[in-house]
């Protein structure tokens, strides 16, 4: 604390990423990183853009990305906002859209960035518990609201909420913003991008951090109609015009035209994913199903934090949270490559005699 920050500042509780260790050698199953590099051809694309022009400032709008990501999904480039990393269109889309009267709903086990935000923006916020199996109930957000926004699949638990559960609340929810941040959505979920025509209240959230191996670019998007997206323009052009710098938008380009080595990659994750998720269950672990590119499991004996800690010990890292207390017993897990599954599960067996 110091006497020169301003009231907010001091009032922040900021949020704190996955730990990124500078040690040789890890595991690292902590940050739901995909353990596959980008395409060869978004490598191509950032390195022809290493050149005189970065003397000069990128294209503000991001045309030619919104133009690719509007093929890829079927919508108009005036339905795309872009920006850097989803975490900044998270940012924008709680300012502009989800700051109301009326408190906004949200899971109580869920990303934990959105409670921080609200923090930022001073709006107000209501947890709604996810059921006993952690799943969100849509009956449970048909309430007087400012918005609502949920992971789909939710983070950290990995449970897919079914797209006709999602147009059921939009049906019953039309007075105000219904965000679905869909950031692990291509690891066995079904976007919500289809229902954006017929839903004006729907904004959808990506993120090229995941499924295209771009965490380090730091592209996110949001599909939505023009009314939406207008607001989310407002909010950048009155923060920083230019959020996504040449490399990052030569870059998810690239990314979003190589169609089949996404199809490969997700592929991959998916295959491994359901081989780990058969191994800890066999040792002893009950692992929530998962639509995503990490499992969420605990033992049926063991504590989370200690397996977290013993893992660790073996250079082995995963994420775990000490709160909200229902969640403790759980370890998150990323699917890393076949490799560090074999290692991970190596381990356990050392750890779970
Ligand atoms: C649910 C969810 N949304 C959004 C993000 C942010 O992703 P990025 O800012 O890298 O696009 C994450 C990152 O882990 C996430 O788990």
Not at 271 to 290: C, N, Y
Request: net charge negative.
């Amino acid at each position: 604390m110091s006497r020169y920050w301003s009231t907010v500042v001091r009032g922040l509780n900021p949020y704190v990423p996955g730990e990124q260790p500078k040690l040789a050698n890890l595991v690292k199953l902590n940050t739901n990183e995909n353990p596959y590099g980008p395409s060869p051809k978004v490598l191509e694309a950032v390195r022809v853009e290493a050149g005189d022009t970065l003397r000069l400032y990128p294209d503000p709008n991001s045309d030619k990305l919104r133009e690719a990501i509007a093929a890829n999904h079927g919508v108009g480039p005036s339905q795309v906002f872009v920006g850097n990393g989803s975490d900044e269109v998270l940012a924008h889309a709680f300012l502009a859209l989800l700051k109301h009267e009326q408190p906004i709903l949200f899971p109580d086990v869920t990303y934990s960035f959105y409670p921080v935000y609200c923090g930022l923006y001073d709006i107000e916020y209501r947890e709604i518990p996810l059921t006993d199996s952690f799943e969100i109930r849509v009956d449970d957000y048909c309430l007087p609201n400012g918005g609502i926004i949920f992971p789909n699949p939710n983070a950290p638990t990995a449970r897919l909420l079914a797209l006709s559960e999602i147009e059921r609340l939009l049906e019953r929810n039309t007075e105000s913003v219904v965000v679905v941040d869909e950031a692990y959505v291509d690891f066995g979920g079904e976007s919500a991008v289809g229902l954006v025509a017929k839903y004006p209240q729907l904004l959808v959230v990506h993120t090229l951090s995941k499924s295209r191996s771009l965490a380090g670019l730091r592209v996110g998007y949001a599909i939505g109609q023009p009314e939406l997206i207008e607001a989310l323009i407002r909010v950048k052009d009155s923060f920083n015009s230019y959020p996504l710098d040449r490399f990052a938008q030569a870059g998810a380009v690239a990314a979003l035209q190589d169609r089949a080595y996404f199809d490969e990659t997700c592929r991959k994750v998916i295959a491994t994913r359901d081989r780990l998720t058969a191994e800890l269950t066999a040792l002893g672990f009950e692992v929530l199903p998962s639509a995503a590119n990490f499992v969420f499991a605990r033992h049926v004996q063991r504590d989370g934090a200690e397996l977290a800690a013993s893992l660790r010990e073996r250079s082995i890292i995963v994420r775990h949270f000490r709160k909200p207390a229902r969640i403790a017993p759980f370890l998150r897990i990323t699917v890393g490559t076949e490799e560090q599954c074999d290692a991970l599960i190596a381990a356990l067996k050392e750890l779970l005699p």
